[in-house]
């Protein structure tokens, strides 16, 4: 994309008639410095990625400073041991870099947005006239929120990880019931990092059918594999976390992709949309040239006139320009018509 991205223009990169969208997430990977958030999308556009992600929170409008079991992280998760205060202040973004982030976004040519957490977050991203937005997953459940998004009449992007089907039947009633025409949903695993085996990848036609949406994948999983699997069951839009470089430490850094493997996804995800193709059975244009080259009979020993057809100089071979291999018993005991040479194809008409 180029100096601004409308709706128009989005929508239509997203949809199965269209290569799959990928979406690079910047999430606290920035490290508390704008110049390494500043090189993270220089080389999130290198790696051809379609857009870059950012979210939009202070510590105080995401929870309470307070060390209450409640105000901790789950003792399960990589973050054990830490207040969601400080991590919230570790990895939010601070509203000056949003400027000059989507600035090089565009300088670029990829499209900049957010995920705001709170109705003062939107007024600030509509102030920087975002393209669209994101939902989170754990923000799928407040309807207010998404209301207040939905009216801007921007596309939007919601995550499902977590909700049941009645949490985000009452989501998409509330964006399309306030101004949403362009929604996405994407399957998501609120683990992180996600474990493969809970991707559940059948969910994306579900999801697709049921909401008649474009439907893709937040994806917490290590590697590209869960991805690029993601593409064969319909996913047009692949979100994932990114960051420079893992050994750098930082509170996503564990389960996001380096340059390499992000630039290694993008051309994978559209080899895989490429492959998909559609449901037909029979030869495609990169075979037609090689059907010549199947099984057919040939005369593999010279043959006299009135010498039977046998096994010994009738034979299945390859190239195809003699008569299928199904039709040797119709050949085999019947007599050459005339002198045949070995390397002739077989035809009916030369034998009686």
Same mark, same amino acid.
């Given at each position: ?123 600030? +991203? $509509? &102030?920087? %006239? ?11 459940? *407040? =309807?207010? !929120? ?18 049941? +089907? $009645? &949490?985000? %039947? ?11 025409? *362009? =929604?996405? !949903? ?167």
């Amino acid at each position: 994309m180029t100096e601004s991205s409308t709706a128009t223009d989005i929508i239509g990169m997203l949809g199965e008639g269209t290569p799959p969208f990928v979406i690079a997430e910047l999430s606290g990977n920035h490290n508390g410095s704008l110049e390494k958030a500043l090189e993270i999308v220089r080389l999130a556009a290198r790696a051809g990625v379609d857009a870059l992600k950012l979210q939009t929170f202070t510590a105080d409008s995401m929870t309470l400073d307070m060390a209450k079991d409640d105000f901790m992280a789950n003792p399960d998760s990589a973050w054990r041991g830490k207040k969601l205060y400080e991590l919230y202040q570790q990895a939010s973004t601070p509203r000056a870099w949003h400027g000059p982030v989507f600035d090089l976004c565009r300088e670029l040519g990829i499209i900049a947005f957010s995920t705001p957490f709170d109705h003062d977050a939107v007024e600030f +991203l $509509e &102030e920087l %006239d975002v393209p669209l937005y994101k939902i989170a997953s754990f923000e799928i459940v *407040d =309807l207010p !929120l998404i209301e207040r998004v939905a009216a801007t009449g921007k596309p939007v992007i919601m995550s499902t990880g977590m909700a049941t +089907l $009645e &949490e985000i %039947d009452e989501a998409v009633q509330a964006a399309r019931d306030n101004g949403c025409k *362009d =929604l996405v !949903l994407l399957k998501c695993t609120s683990a992180y990092p996600a474990p493969p085996k809970d991707a559940n990848l059948r969910a994306i036609p579900l999801l697709r059918e049921r909401y008649g949406c474009p439907v893709g994948l937040s994806d917490h999983t290590l590697g590209i594999g869960v991805a690029i699997a993601s593409v064969a069951y319909g996913a047009s839009v692949i979100e994932k976390h990114f960051t420079d470089s893992r050994s750098e430490g930082g509170v996503d850094s564990a389960f996001s992709m380096e340059p390499e493997e992000m630039a290694q996804l993008v051309v994978e995800a559209n080899r895989a949309w490429q492959a998909a193709g559609e449901a037909h059975i029979g030869p495609v244009g990169a075979e037609h040239n090689a059907r010549n080259k199947r099984r057919s009979l040939y005369v593999i020993q010279e043959m006299k006139a009135g010498d039977p057809a046998t096994l010994e100089n009738i034979r299945s071979i390859r190239p195809a320009r003699g008569l299928a291999p199904k039709y040797l018993k119709e050949i085999l005991g019947k007599r050459a018509v005339k002198d045949i040479e070995r390397g002739t194809p077989v035809s009916r008409e030369l034998f009686v």
